[in-house]
């Protein structure tokens, strides 16, 4: 075994807990040993819930961003920090068990390019903060006033950077039952909130130069301690904005009997939420792509029968994977069908 | 037919099976010298390979201060700034440990890392209170501090490797000795000098490791060649008897019809299943002086150089095919010429074994100009050559040109004696031994090389042991040596040594860069200690005044001949302070290069500088009382070294570290004698028609048996006649030429004329006992046989 590989699959032993989630990982355990659970009825309270909460065993900072060049290519933005935690305290120090993974990703019609950092709590390296509203790995840094209207997200990777600008023009929407999201037939839940009516502009610099983008960007706030039922094996995650202004957040669970589990909000464009029983929302693969070696499928079908929505969603590169430690497909998406649009996808689980 | 051929070949070797004995053991020793030697070379270079990854220091470039440590902000700072940097604290731990700390998050995959995929390890790792990584041999030191350890075969031994927060609370720190920079960095960044007044480093490397032993391995590597043309004189000559004596059958075969094809390729086969079945012996053998030597080469290289090497042997199948494969291409050059002659062999050609013997003569003259020419390459190479290779190279031309003069030189001294001999008996016996010295070349050669690098190798130990006792006397004055835990405890050391010590020392170092490599700046105190203690090879006392007021620096042979510089030149100790150097000391074991200024300026310039050892003078009676107080105060006993103890370390280290060379010396001068064995074995058999008519003549067999012994014991004396000067020459080559080179040092050569009659009489003992059994022979032989000589066709 080489180092490398040492290297990351201790970093995937100790993060493992985290990722479960992300990426549908099986075998979290049942109990949460001393962890926070998420409870229905729970007042969520800003700015303090922008910042980490050590005493759940995972939580991330989630934007994805749509944006158009002044060269009039579509691109894809994608800014996460993961907290994990081995308990459910935080002292400080370099001790701490509090650790931190930072993604970034700019996805183009043609080229895929994924970072990854990796840091501990308590060195001051990556953390989140509620006052001021920042949430950082090394230099990358989501940066916000306190009620995430105006703010900043950047990142720097090996052949790729960005800077962009964020500007809301819709409230905070919570998912579930009031922000209490509810993950499998099992009861496992997390806290989830959103602010998906980000207007962007900033600039791309990629090895052939600067590019000037404007474009939509979605945050998504999740935190749990006890995240996915043991079976789930994997999950298929959509935020798709349609022109009508509408947006539906919708994801599917995959288990390993084969059933499904659904779930999603319909967001109106002044924020009214609706969130969609069991069912509701429906996603089929209509195409898959070889990816990384394996099948995943890139053309979807997505129906919400409710609100009259069919459509199929296109890959703008089909060829989005990460290929980091915990490697994934995440990209942007078109729309097209009863509705279009863009959207991201995020798809987890293929091996 | 080919069966029966085979039958008729084969019945040979039961006749004879010493000869089958010499055959297979000559060839099996020397493949066995042969994989041994190699298979502690490739343990070794694994061991180095294993240490440059778990290290990280081959390839990655580090931030350092000069003189000083990087705060957690700095690494914070920088990391905030996108900088790929990670931190990395090093520290000691009692009983040599090297003790790293690293951040497993940030640590750039080719930094390497302990291994910590096994569930939870990483978790166990980095929770208080930190489980430490080790090598399993290393891990039940750490495990008796009461550290948790977790053993890993790819840390090298004497290392362990633990969280950056684990090695923070066993020394007390919360800073980092260096920050490891990412090979690639991202996107659009300035250069990292821009941003940090950290300093960016090369890290010697861990080929450095590779470049110090090399000298070491091609030192053994000598050995095993050495041995292994040793063992194919006995496997040439066994060979060579066999064919000679198996003329007859030979003649017989062909007469009867057998093709020389088929004839040459069934003696092919018969020689090639020999050389399979002593090559696999060889491997054995090998493999068992490998296990047997490898935990002192261990010890001789940590010792040394301090490049840890696995002290277990793991069986390699590359150098058990290398032993293989020379076993075999062994017995293709020992059977290669009889095989040749075989081919051109007229039908009904008469056997004549003693053609045998002086087909070798007629090449006396051909050699003794390859020898000359040799040894002018030699004398070449000793002016013009430089660097390690060239040492070496000189080495072996100088050993082989010597060895193919050896003939010629006996026989011309043969010669010159004859006029002495009175009487017909001593004249035959001159001349006789005249006529055996083509015969017995190859052994005598063989037995030359060995005694000479007895000698060789054996006077520069003694030499450099002589010198080391000598120099650890002087430099080792002062007769305690104290380690404070801490700041506080430093100065209550400072203030009990001040109180009751003669003279108190503080110590005070500072890792640094001196002439473009890693090095050491001692800051001391004016002291007659230094004085007197410490050995100028250059410059004279005054030096240590210029030293004391500041002005000046003394610096250490290894960095003077590096760089070059000497007295009167200047010499960059940190960025922006020179000073000029006063002189040169002797500092034999280190590999670094070293420079000694005044403490004050030192601590004026590196204010941080850990203030924690002293040395002090007091009556050596007192010495253990002012220990105790010492452990009184809290300092722990294995960080007071006492003077004595220090000393009777350093030697054992030495001791051991020669340990090897001497085991490879016997060994030699074992299969030196075993050639002779062979060698006189042979021509036994041969000479028996020369020595019948002598029988005839009146001499009793004791009396042929007794001359004998006497011409091996003349023969072994001439030889190692010859061996002294050459043995001399190859260790002043060792000291003045190969030392030089590889260690930085040089040594004077002392002569130990004891331990050459030491060795006059071994040769003389392993003469006797390989001429004992012919002559023992000889003595018993039944009185028909001799007879025999008359009625035989020959």
Do not use: C
């Amino acid at each position: 075994m080489n180092v490398r590989t040492i290297v990351l699959a201790a970093v995937l032993a100790l993060l493992a807990p985290g990722i479960a989630l992300a990426q549908g990982f099986a075998g979290l355990g049942e109990a949460a040993d001393g962890f926070a659970l998420p409870e229905r009825g729970h007042a969520f309270e800003f700015p303090r819930d922008h910042g980490p909460h050590p005493e759940f065993r995972i939580e991330w900072w989630y934007v994805t961003a749509t944006l158009t060049g002044a060269d009039g290519r579509d691109y894809g933005v994608q800014w996460t920090l993961f907290r994990s935690a081995r308990a459910p305290t935080d002292d400080g120090t370099w001790a701490t068990p509090q650790v931190w993974m930072g993604h970034a990703a700019v996805t183009t019609p043609d080229a895929h390019r994924a970072a990854e950092r990796f840091a501990r709590g308590g060195a001051g390296q990556a953390g989140a903060t509620a006052t001021p509203t920042r949430a950082w790995i090394d230099d990358w840094e989501l940066t916000s006033d306190a009620d995430l209207s105006e703010g900043r997200l950047t990142a720097r990777g090996p052949d790729f950077a960005y800077d962009l600008s964020l500007s809301a023009d819709g409230p905070i929407v919570f998912h579930g039952d009031a922000g209490y999201s509810v993950k499998s037939t099992g009861g496992q839940a997390s806290y989830y909130f959103s602010q998906p009516f980000f207007e962007v502009t900033g600039t791309l610099t990629l090895p052939e130069g600067d590019i000037a983008v404007t474009g939509e960007a979605w945050l998504d706030r999740e935190y749990s301690s006890q995240p996915l039922g043991r079976t789930q094996t994997g999950w298929d995650w959509f935020s798709l904005s349609f022109d009508s202004g509408d947006k539906l957040m919708g994801f599917l669970l995959r288990d390993t009997e084969g059933d499904l589990f659904t779930a999603g909000t319909w967001i109106t464009p002044d924020g009214t939420t609706e969130a969609l029983p069991n069912g509701a929302f429906m996603a089929e693969p209509l195409e898959e792509t070889r990816v990384a070696g394996r099948d995943i499928p890139t053309t979807w079908r997505v129906t919400l029968r409710a609100k009259g929505v069919d459509v199929t969603t296109t890959a703008l590169n089909p060829q989005a994977w990460n290929d980091l430690v915990f490697a994934y497909w995440e990209g942007p998406i078109a729309i097209s069908g009863s509705h279009s649009g863009k959207g991201y996808l995020e798809m987890t689980g293929y091996e | 037919m080919t069966r029966a051929a085979l039958q008729a070949l084969l019945s040979h070797w039961l006749r004879h099976p010493l000869q089958l004995l010499t055959l297979l053991l000559g060839l099996a020793l020397a493949t066995g010298l042969w994989t041994g030697v190699q298979a502690i070379n490739s343990e070794a270079r694994a061991s180095y390979a294993a240490a440059s990854q778990a290290l990280g220091q081959g390839t990655l470039d580090r931030l350092v201060r000069p003189g000083g440590t990087v705060t957690a902000d700095e690494f914070t700072a920088l990391r905030a700034a996108g900088y790929l940097v990670s931190p990395v604290i090093e520290a000691q731990l009692p009983g040599g440990i090297d003790l790293r700390g690293i951040d497993p998050f940030t640590l750039p995959p080719s930094a390497g890392s302990p291994d910590l995929t096994a569930p939870d390890a990483l978790a166990r790792f980095m929770t208080p209170p930190g489980v430490l990584i080790a090598h399993p041999e290393t891990a039940p030191a750490i495990r008796a501090r009461g550290e948790a350890a977790d053993t890993s075969a790819t840390i090298p031994v004497g290392q362990a490797v633990g969280d950056i927060t684990t090695v923070w609370r066993i020394t007390g720190r919360e800073d980092f000795d260096h920050l490891v920079i990412a090979p690639q960095q991202p996107f659009g960044l300035a250069p990292l000098t821009e941003v940090t007044d950290l300093e960016q480093v090369t890290p010697t490397s861990q080929n450095d490791i590779a470049q110090l032993t090399r000298s070491f391995h091609l030192n053994l590597t000598a050995f095993g060649l050495l041995s292994f043309a040793v063992g194919l004189f006995i496997v040439h000559a066994a060979i060579g008897l066999a064919f000679e004596q198996r003329r007859s059958v030979f003649r017989t075969l062909r007469a009867l019809g057998l093709s020389t094809r088929r004839l040459v390729t069934l003696l092919a086969l018969e020689t090639a299943v020999f050389a399979v079945l002593a090559g696999l012996a060889g491997i054995g053998l090998g493999y068992l002086i490998a296990a047997l030597l490898l935990p002192d080469v261990a010890a001789t290289l940590r010792g040394l150089y301090g490049a840890s090497v696995d002290g277990q042997l793991t069986l390699d199948p590359a150098w058990a095919a290398s032993g293989f494969g020379i076993a075999l291409l062994g017995a293709a050059a020992a059977a290669g010429q009889s095989l040749w002659r075989l081919a051109r062999l007229p039908v009904l050609a008469p056997a004549r074994p003693r053609a045998w013997a002086m087909a070798s003569g007629r090449q006396q003259s051909f050699l003794a100009a390859a020898g000359i020419a040799l040894l002018v390459l030699a004398g070449a190479l000793l002016i013009w050559g430089s660097g390690l290779a060239a040492g070496f190279t000189l080495l072996g031309a100088m050993l082989v040109g010597a060895a193919l003069l050896l003939p010629s030189v006996l026989t011309a001294l043969l010669q010159a004696l004859q006029p002495v001999a009175r009487g017909p008996l001593s004249e035959w016996a001159l001349a006789d031994t005249r006529q055996q010295v083509p015969g017995l070349s190859l052994a005598l050669m063989a037995l030359l090389l060995a005694l000479a690098t007895n000698i060789g190798v054996g006077t520069m130990v003694s030499s450099f042991r002589l010198t080391f006792t000598g120099w650890l006397d002087q430099r080792l004055a002062a007769e305690l040596y104290v380690t404070a835990q801490d700041s506080v405890q430093a100065a209550e050391v400072a203030a009990l040594l001040d109180a009751r010590a003669e003279a108190t020392l503080p110590i005070r170092a500072t890792d640094a860069r001196l002439d473009g490599a890693p090095g050491q700046i001692f800051g001391v105190v004016d002291h007659q200690t230094y004085r007197d203690g410490w050995p100028l090879l250059l410059g004279d006392l005054t030096a240590w005044d210029a030293v004391a007021l500041g002005e000046a620096t003394v610096i250490n042979e290894q960095l003077h001949r590096r760089s070059g510089l000497g007295p009167g030149d200047t010499v960059e100790l940190l960025p922006g302070w020179s000073l000029p150097i006063a002189g040169v000391y002797s500092d034999y074991g280190n590999p670094e290069g070293q420079a000694i200024v005044a403490q004050s300026d030192l601590l004026a310039r590196v204010p941080d500088i850990s203030p924690l050892g002293y040395a002090a003078r007091i009556e050596p009676a007192q010495a253990p009382a002012l220990r105790a107080a010492l452990v009184g105060l809290g300092v722990p006993p294995a960080n007071i070294l006492n003077q004595a103890e220090v000393k009777s370390f350093s030697l054992a280290v030495f001791d051991r570290t020669f340990l090897v060379t001497g085991a490879l010396n016997l060994l030699t001068l074992g299969v030196a004698a075993f050639a002779m064995l062979a060698s006189l074995t042979t021509l036994a058999g041969m000479r028996l028609p020369q020595l019948a008519p002598l029988w005839a003549l009146g001499l009793t067999r004791n009396a042929l048996a007794g001359l004998e012994l006497m011409r091996a014991v003349a023969f072994a004396l001439a030889t190692f006649v010859m061996a002294v000067p050459l043995g001399l020459a190859l260790a002043w080559v060792l000291l003045s030429v190969v030392n030089v080179e590889a260690f930085g040092w040089r040594l004077p050569l002392h002569a130990f004329p004891a331990d050459w009659a030491r060795l006059a009489l071994w040769a003389m003992v392993a003469a006797l006992l390989a001429a004992a059994l012919p002559a023992l022979r000889l003595a018993r032989m039944a009185p028909a046989r001799l007879v025999k000589v008359f009625a035989d066709e020959r």
